[in-house]
């Protein structure tokens, strides 16, 4: 009796492992149990795409990204987030407007636009529009020295020493025949002339003493916005020993160009320096230095 219910028991668990191996095959093959749908995989989490700026028409090295040009080489759209990096890529055009494309390579249509390309525009690209760039070295009193800074605007004033020979003998006045005097010593005619007015301040370097112009003095490499003519004004005081520039700051909102007459011995006695006569200029009575008693 034991040895039949022994045996029993070892047909019934062949029975079940026959049953679990088949359960276990037909599970492996996809086909589940009899009315139980099989097992599905668990689909990986999806990231919805992501808006970025990507280049619609190659890009040269160097272009200039503005307002005006900046729809024609790149829009905004949504792309794969698997592409896209919030360290590297960008998501709006405001962030390219005035920058320049530093690349050496040009940028592929279809390329994300990333912040490492981007630079700060060429000097050029400040300049305003009729106007040249004019570098001009000045020191603490010339130049304004350290108070000067980029989108300051200012004066440019000439002063100049011309050498000047007299047309009639001293002391002789009218009654004098009009002509070169030879033997009169020349004489050096101090003038000072705005030259210039509402130039705008673009750059503002620190620069190395000169010698010979700027010795021991702090010296700074200013760069002005200025026309042809303005800047050979400014050339022309460089290379004359005989003539220096000045900057004067104006008011930032004063747009008013004011008309001056320049300033030299004569005109100075003439309009602006009303003195008692006599009046003598270097041992001589020049008959504008005064009229009626009084300069007018």
């Given at each position: 009796?034991?040895?039949?219910?022994?045996?029993?028991?070892?047909?019934?668990?062949?029975?079940?492992?026959?049953?679990?191996?088949?359960?276990?095959?037909?599970?492996?093959?996809?086909?589940?149990?009899?009315?139980?749908?099989?097992?599905?995989?668990?689909?990986?989490?999806?990231?919805?795409?992501?808006?970025?700026?990507?280049?619609?028409?190659?890009?040269?090295?160097?272009?200039?990204?503005?307002?005006?040009?900046?729809?024609?080489?790149?829009?905004?759209?949504?792309?794969?987030?698997?592409?896209?990096?919030?360290?590297?890529?960008?998501?709006?055009?405001?962030?390219?407007?005035?920058?320049?494309?530093?690349?050496?390579?040009?940028?592929?249509?279809?390329?994300?636009?990333?912040?490492?390309?981007?630079?700060?525009?060429?000097i050029s690209y400040e300049i305003p529009t009729g106007k040249k760039g004019v570098p001009l070295l000045?020191?603490?009193?010339?130049?304004?020295?350290?108070?000067?800074?980029?989108?300051?605007?200012?004066?440019?004033?000439?002063?100049?020493?011309?050498?000047?020979?007299?047309?009639?003998?001293?002391?002789?006045?009218?009654?004098?025949?009009?002509?070169?005097?030879?033997?009169?010593?020349?004489?050096?005619?101090?003038?000072?002339?705005?030259?210039?007015?509402?130039?705008?301040?673009?750059?503002v370097v620190d620069f190395p003493a000169v010698e010979g112009r700027f010795p021991e003095d702090q010296?700074?490499?200013?760069?002005?916005?200025?026309?042809?003519?303005?800047?050979?004004?400014?050339?022309?005081?460089?290379?004359?020993?005989?003539?220096?520039?000045?900057?004067?700051?104006?008011?930032?909102?004063?747009?008013?160009?004011?008309?001056?007459?320049?300033?030299?011995?004569?005109?100075?006695?003439?309009?602006?320096?009303?003195?008692?006569?006599?009046?003598?200029?270097?041992?001589?009575?020049?008959?504008?230095?005064?009229?009626?008693?009084?300069?007018?």
């Open positions: 009796m034991k040895k039949r219910g022994g045996r029993v028991f070892l047909l019934l668990g062949l029975i079940l492992i026959v049953v679990v191996a088949a359960a276990l095959l037909l599970m492996s093959r996809g086909g589940g149990f009899p009315g139980v749908a099989p097992a599905q995989p668990t689909p990986a989490p999806t990231r919805p795409p992501v808006n970025a700026v990507v280049v619609v028409k190659e890009i040269q090295p160097n272009v200039v990204l503005t307002t005006r040009n900046a729809a024609e080489y790149l829009e905004v759209r949504p792309v794969d987030a698997a592409r896209f990096d919030p360290s590297r890529h960008l998501t709006t055009l405001d962030s390219v407007y005035n920058k320049r494309i530093s690349s050496t390579l040009p940028l592929a249509v279809d390329t994300l636009l990333e912040r490492t390309v981007l630079a700060e525009p060429p000045v020191n603490a009193t010339s130049g304004i020295g350290h108070l000067l800074s980029p989108g300051d605007v200012v004066d440019v004033i000439l002063l100049y020493n011309a050498t000047v020979y007299p047309t009639t003998k001293p002391g002789q006045g009218n009654v004098a025949e009009m002509g070169p005097c030879d033997e009169c010593p020349s004489k050096t005619l101090p003038v000072v002339k705005t030259i210039a007015q509402k130039v705008p301040v673009l750059r010296v700074f490499l200013v760069l002005l916005g200025m026309t042809d003519q303005e800047a050979e004004l400014v050339k022309f005081a460089e290379l004359n020993d005989s003539a220096s520039i000045q900057l004067v700051v104006r008011n930032y909102f004063d747009g008013v160009e004011e008309i001056t007459t320049g300033i030299t011995d004569k005109l100075l006695f003439d309009r602006y320096l009303p003195v008692p006569c006599p009046v003598s200029i270097e041992g001589v009575y020049p008959k504008y230095a005064c009229a009626g008693g009084v300069v007018p």
